[in-house]
């Protein structure tokens, strides 16, 4: 057994129905044996009905809508979340559930303690997914994990452009490290040179995100960041900006 086929660390499972407690006992992210087993085969048959060309299209209409009205933008806050996320719940067949999903997002992980709007906004999305069901919890996960991931690949490739670099979107990925648990113990592992993972546990959404990512990207061709520097998410599991600006107009530093 390697690190990354390990299991993950158990979390509780007794708990009231509906939260983000919930919310994590019941996906697959965070279950082990039959239940994940069970549970990410919902996530894949979901995700096995979504087009890849198709939400990469539509990513790129939508990001280039927001684009149309506005001279400026903060990458990250107005299309690295909200546009992967509401491209994706609308091949779910939900409504945008952008701002639920980003708010359960930053409080899914099992250290993290919900907020009150974390907890209010995963009761908005039970309610748009039809109820405390396993397929429900196989939904939300798919959005809230395609979430701050996607939103890295596309801040990290704008982040390169602005250092020179080829803002190719898996040379810097975002998610650095993931937790097992190795002979009773958690440990940490490494990430290095398997981005979505590896195994049984493999990112089931990996074509979908570059999709979107590339979609994002292309819209924002013809627009230069302003930033001097990068501002990073405070994170040990995670690499991506914290803001981005972009204005229209290519120069150093901007997309081609």
Known sequence: MTQLTAPVPPVPADVPPGG???????????SNGADH?????????????????AVQDKAFAWTQRILSEVEDVDVMAVLARPVPV???????????????VALVAAAYHPHVTPSEAAEAAMGRLIGACGGVTELAAARI??????CDATAGLIGNALSASLAGKPGELLADPPVLRTRRR?????????????PFGAGPRECPGSAHAIALATGVLQALR????????????SSPNLRMPSVLRVTRGSSAGGLC
């Open 141 to 146: 996960g798919v959005l809230v994990q395609a």
């Open 37 to 53: 087993v069970r549970r990410r085969a919902l996530a894949v048959s979901l995700l096995a009905e979504i087009d890849e060309n």
């Open 222 to 233: 013809g627009f230069r960041l302003t930033e001097a520097e990068t501002a990073w998410v």
């Open 182 to 194: 190795v002979d009773g113990e958690d440990v940490t592992v490494e990430l290095t040179g398997t």
């Open 20 to 30: 983000v407690a919930w919310l994590r006992a019941t996906v697959a992210r965070f």
């Open 86 to 100: 509401g491209v994706l719940a609308e091949a779910l067949g939900l409504p945008d559930v952008s701002a639920e």
